[in-house]
Nanobody, 128 residues
Framework: QVRVVESGGGSVQSGGSLRLSCAASGNTYSKYCMGWFRQAPGKEREAVAIIKSDGPTFYAHSVKGRFTISQDNAENTLYLHLNSLKPEDTAVYYC??????????????????????WGQGTQVTVSS
């Protein structure tokens, strides 16, 4: 069992930055992939960034070069650094944990169904 709790959302202007945090707990957490998803109003939840337990990172094309996923294993905390934010980044951001099929990550067709443990979400709003 893994429990994840997000924090750090907020409202910023276009071009601004935010850092999201996700506190994870559970005795198998260190073996899991961790990911950030987002869901905008009227849209499906989509994967934003994934980090494997051994460190490799993967990003959606729309955020590559602007967002950075990282983890502090000593603190059991996952981060998402959001830079150069755009209004289209406005969404509820969710932290997730599980062991998804590697082929889904490598080909970037990660879906919410690949992850079984979810946080409650944190709102990010970017104004123009």
């Amino acid at each position: 069992q893994v429990r994840v709790v997000e924090s750090g959302g907020g409202s910023v202007q276009s071009g601004g930055s935010l850092r999201l945090s996700c506190a994870a707990s559970g005795n198998t957490y260190s073996k899991y992939c961790m990911g950030w998803f987002r869901q905008a109003p009227g849209k499906e939840r989509e994967a934003v960034a994934i980090i494997k337990s051994d460190g490799p990172t993967f990003y959606a094309h729309s955020v590559k070069g602007r967002f950075t996923i990282s983890q502090d294993n000593a603190e059991n905390t996952l981060y998402l650094h959001l830079n150069s934010l755009k209004p289209e980044d406005t969404a509820v951001y969710y932290c997730a944990a599980d062991i998804p099929p590697m082929r889904h990550i490598l080909n970037w067709f990660v879906s919410p169904g690949d992850f079984g443990y979810w946080g409650q979400g944190t709102q990010v709003t970017v104004s123009s």
